[in-house]
């Protein structure tokens, strides 16, 4: 796998640029990845983004757009709002997971 500096940090990724290895995350890392994108963290940005980071462990796939919204309670027009264009592809981008399945 490829390995990239984002920050200060060396990371694993494939080759659209998603993070290969779990443990090379945290939080701040997530703010430089969000801010590659144009994306200003907030604390309305890390609700979907701490979730996706707890499922992935016990689920071993990224959650779907569905899942987060309705299990975290954010509607999904509010993850559009979140992350403009393709929030899942985006939200699994900041919480350094692979891309969903099914995501284009």
């Known amino acids: 796998m490829p390995v990239t500096t984002v920050g200060t940090a060396q990371v694993h990724v494939d080759a659209e640029g998603f993070l290969t ?5 945290d939080e701040q890392l997530g703010r430089q990845l969000a801010a590659a994108i144009g994306i200003e963290m907030t604390d309305a940005h890390w609700t979907p983004i701490r ?40 939200m699994a981008y900041v919480a350094g997971l692979p891309k969903p399945h099914g995501c284009v």
């Open 51 to 90: 979730f996706l980071r707890a499922d992935y462990p016990e689920f071993g796939q990224t959650a779907t757009l569905r899942r987060v919204s309705s299990l975290t309670g954010i509607p999904i027009k509010d993850l559009f709002a979140l992350f403009p264009g393709k929030p899942a592809k985006k």
């Open 21 to 25: 290895e779990y443990d090379e995350w």
